[in-house]
């Protein structure tokens, strides 16, 4: 039982340049989410997903997108990557009943575009 | 507009005494409340929660308590290991429990180092 996971761990991008984020949880939680942390700010919702097929906007959706298109996957894109979308990237997951809504999370992806 | 502050950036507390970590909210729909533990490198990880119908849980050295009046919860680990040394968030949902809209709203957290 992995858990959540995310990939990849790290990536540099060029400013223009567009790359997908994967997170898989093996679960089987209905619920998954996409979260930035930047210095100061905390962890901030840009996309979530109440099931498979479903996607919905968050805190800060601009210049994101998502997909689900299997209930084990969350995919997080970024068609072309600004200097303002460095950060720390995670993936979190909650089963439908869950107790306090509790979530589980990956161990993050850090993204830096110059 | 922030609706969940921790005012402190850090703390730092000697080994086996007590650290207090607070939490203020402004939401008064606000009804769950979690900590999480964050290492660095490492996503954040569930520690302990409290609904508003209680204004206390206990969890082993960790105890959240709750005061809906004040719209202030705090964090007690006793006694402090050098272990515990991580971020620690604070998160608030309001709504219907098991609903997925009901989305956490994070604080911006607070490091605690624990002395040895």
């Known amino acids: 039982n992995a858990g959540v996971t995310q990939t990849p761990k790290f990536r540099v991008l060029k400013t223009g340049q567009s790359m997908t984020l994967l997170c898989a949880q093996d679960m089987n939680h209905e619920y998954m989410y996409w979260y930035r942390q930047d210095p100061g700010m905390g962890l901030r919702l840009i996309h979530y997903s109440v099931g498979e097929g479903t996607t919905a906007k968050g805190e800060v959706p601009d210049g994101y997108n998502v997909s689900r298109l299997k209930k084990q996957n969350f995919l997080l894109g970024l068609e072309s990557a600004a200097p303002s979308q460095t950060s720390v990237y995670f993936c979190?997951?909650?089963?439908?009943?869950?107790?306090?809504?509790?979530?589980?999370f990956g161990p993050g992806t850090r993204l830096t575009v110059l | 507009d922030q609706q969940v502050k921790q005012n402190s950036p850090s703390l730092s507390v000697q080994e086996g005494r007590i650290s207090i970590l607070n939490c203020d909210y402004t939401n008064s729909m606000f009804d769950y409340f979690l900590w999480y533990k964050k290492y660095p490198a490492e996503g954040p990880t569930f520690l302990i929660s409290?609904?508003?119908?209680?204004d206390k849980n206990e969890d082993g050295r960790f105890t959240v308590f709750l005061n809906k009046s004040a719209k202030h919860l705090s964090l007690h680990i006793v006694p402090s290991q050098p272990g515990d040394s991580a971020v620690y968030f604070c998160a608030a949902s309001a709504g219907r429990r098991g609903g997925a809209t009901n989305k956490l709203i994070f604080g911006t957290g607070t490091l605690l180092a624990v002395q040895p």
């Open positions: 409290i609904s508003s119908i209680k």
């Open positions: 979190a997951s909650r089963w439908l009943a869950g107790e306090y809504n509790e979530q589980f």
